[in-house]
């Protein structure tokens, strides 16, 4: 009589061989557990802004994958639910999240959304297996003793093409180091064993993850206090992106993508507000930039059809295929106006001739390269709905994410904007993008004449004054990558533009002088 094989020797495996498995699973969630529990204490008894962190993070994730409703979220490390309530209030109810928490009896948030499956998990992936996620977002998980085998989990959990966030703190982060000596002395280890940025980086890499990026993010932690904290915010965001002096950063913030790269997004509209039907004129300057036309105009018309009045393209003397393109755009959609310029060149020219023809109740103006950013600007659309005049996208909120951004580019901001606050003596952040809506009403009042990029200073400054509502909302801002061509920004060339828009701003708002008649539209066919 035959003997009928076990379970372990039908899976090739020993009882022993499952034994010790099991054990190191229940080591590896045990050690997951204390990592939640400890940042959870952390943030509730040691940083004085966690709520305010928290929401940071959880708008700079939803900016950072370009969330769109319905693609699902998994949260790894849910602990006691204090970032899944942000991530819930971010998503509008427009993403099933699943929250997974490792520490056996940890109570829930006392109001869970709709949208919120809340999981408490004793092996990875458990009842999550076979079950994949449209984007991942964990924080301060990745241990030595568990990064490979936690890195893989999140990988077969990832959808292809889908995006993770990783939030881990910073071990080169000078205070951390000071806090550790210190808690050893008194018998109180720091139970992590933290991996720094190039490690992390490494293990990422292997795991098979593409369109990495590791970078220091956040100087704003204790032992500041809440009124420390937001004095430095513009502080923290220079020293993000100053070389060398942002590895004491306190966290590193990490994103990967499972390939392929590119994924098909099924067809999702985000236009909510029946008064901007049919009003909003789209109005883009393209120089040389044949590349992203196409995928910027589509992206446009599957995101805001609804809205859209007119695309306007503005050819700006393009020395390649722009002209072209924008012919063959055209021929397919009658939305779609044509402007193309002679010399000389300029944004702030084309931008003003685009103006000139623009015709909706609204006026969109953006770079050609903002295709993957267009998810956000949702968010412009909603304040005007709510009545603002001028909508400004603003890249230096703390809501915002700035990766890989020149340090000189933000040190020339930062003072502009420091110094047209003192000088004029109001409060706004980032009033010089290109990003902007506003009321045609509003723009045929502007008194525009630089021909550069300081034109961006005229659209956002002079609105202010002229007693318009003007609202900031958060905009992700991910400096050009290769494939997106290349910035023509100059700062030697357009510094003084906006130095001159400011003086002249200065002496009108004291002496009450117009110094900036309306310039003539430059020509075009």
């Not at 999140?154 to 889908?162: E, K, S």
């Not at 015709?359 to 993957?372: A, E, I, N, P, R």
């Amino acid at each position: 009589m035959s003997r009928r094989p076990t379970i372990h020797e039908l899976h090739g495996t020993t009882a022993t061989e499952t034994a010790y498995a099991d054990a190191k699973m229940a080591e590896t969630i045990h050690t997951l557990g204390i990592r939640e529990q400890f940042r959870d204490e952390y943030w509730r008894k040691k940083d004085p802004i966690f709520a305010d962190r928290l929401l940071w993070r959880a708008q700079s994730f939803r900016q950072m994958v370009h969330l769109l409703p319905g693609a699902s979220i998994l949260e790894l490390g849910a602990g006691s639910g204090l970032f899944t309530e942000q991530l819930q209030h971010i998503t509008r109810g427009e993403n099933p999240i699943t929250a997974v928490t490792f520490q056996p009896d940890t109570p829930a948030p006392p109001q869970l959304a709709a949208n919120v499956t809340r999981l408490t998990l004793t092996a990875l992936p458990g009842v999550l297996e076979g079950h994949q996620f449209d984007t991942i977002i964990a924080m301060d998980l990745l241990d030595q003793s568990n990064s490979a085998w936690f890195l893989q989990q999140v990988y077969t959990l990832l959808a292809p093409g889908g995006q993770v966030i990783f939030y881990e703190s910073n071990p080169w982060n000078v205070v951390l180091k000071v806090k550790r000596s210190v808690a050893r002395l008194f018998g109180r280890k720091d139970p992590r064993n933290l991996l720094n940025r190039t490690r992390l980086y490494e293990l990422i890499s292997e795991v098979g993850f593409i369109r990495l990026f590791a970078v220091y993010n956040d100087f704003v932690y204790a032992p500041l206090n809440r009124p420390l904290v937001w004095l430095l915010r513009n502080l923290s965001i220079l020293l993000e992106n100053a070389p060398v002096v942002r590895s004491l950063a306190g966290s590193i913030l990490i994103h990967a993508q499972k390939p392929p790269g590119i994924r098909e997004q099924p067809p999702v509209s985000l236009c909510e507000h029946s008064v901007l039907h049919r009003s909003v004129s789209f109005v883009v300057p393209c120089h040389n930039e044949e590349m992203n036309l196409e995928p910027l105009v589509n992206q446009i018309r599957s995101l805001y059809d609804d809205y859209i009045h007119e695309i306007v393209l503005v050819d700006d003397n393009s020395r390649d295929q722009t002209a072209t393109k924008i012919r063959q755009l055209a021929a397919t959609d009658t939305r779609i106006k044509p402007v193309y310029r002679r010399p000389p060149n300029g944004v702030g020219l084309a931008l003003m001739d685009g103006y000139r023809v623009a015709t909706g109740q609204y006026v969109l103006s953006m770079d050609c390269d903002f295709q993957h950013l267009l998810p956000e600007i949702r968010d412009l659309f909603d304040a005007a709905a709510a009545g603002y005049d001028v909508v400004v996208g603003s890249r230096f909120s703390r809501h915002s994410v700035l990766l890989n951004y020149p340090f000189g580019k933000i040190f020339a901001n930062r003072s502009f904007h420091i110094l047209a606050q003192l000088l004029l003596r109001r409060k706004f952040r980032d009033l010089t993008n290109n990003l902007k809506l506003m009321r045609r009403e509003v723009l045929a009042q502007l008194p525009l004449s630089q021909p550069g990029f300081s034109i961006n200073a005229e659209t956002g400054l002079y609105p202010l004054f002229m007693g318009f509502r003007v609202k900031e909302v958060p905009i992700s801002w991910i400096n050009r990558t290769p494939d997106m061509g290349l910035s023509s920004f100059k700062l030697a060339q357009v510094g003084g533009g906006y130095w001159h828009v400011l003086r002249h701003l200065c002496i009108e708002t004291r002496f009450g002088t117009r110094l900036l008649p309306p310039r003539e539209l430059s020509g075009h066919e």
